[in-house]
């Protein structure tokens, strides 16, 4: 069992910076492969980013691509998202995820390739 933990989210205003971090206690961390997701409302929950077990590897979703970044600190345990720029449509709850599979570079997008996820943090971003 993985327990993710993330922080750092709350109010941002448009094409400021927001950092969220997901801090994953125990000493497989640098095992998982680690994403983020994110649900606005009435909506589906969406793929943001992901990044491989080293941090060699990472995958954007197109909306947030140049001007996300996703990076990761296995000594530390935790994961961050760097956010800049945000826009109104950046709205949402943030979501760490997990997984224990193989670095699969398209699918990493998909929800069903992870396998623990946190409670998540919601960031608002005003206009």
């Known amino acids: 069992q993985v327990q993710l933990v993330e922080s750092g989210g709350g109010l941002v205003q448009g094409g400021g910076s927001l950092r969220l971090s997901c801090a994953a206690p125990g000493r497989t961390f640098s095992r998982y492969i680690m994403g983020w997701f994110r649900q606005a409302a009435g909506k589906e929950r969406a793929f943001v980013a992901a990044?491989?077990?080293?941090?060699?590897?990472?995958r954007y979703a197109d909306s947030v691509k140049g001007r996300f970044t996703i990076s990761r600190d296995n000594a530390k345990n935790t994961v961050y998202l760097q956010m800049n720029t945000p826009e109104h449509e950046d709205t949402a709850v943030y979501y760490c995820a997990a997984s224990a599979g193989l670095w699969t570079g398209l699918l990493m997008s998909r929800r069903e390739r992870y396998d623990y996820w946190g409670q998540g943090t919601q960031v608002t971003v005003s206009s």
């Open positions: 990044i491989s077990e080293s941090g060699g590897s990472t």
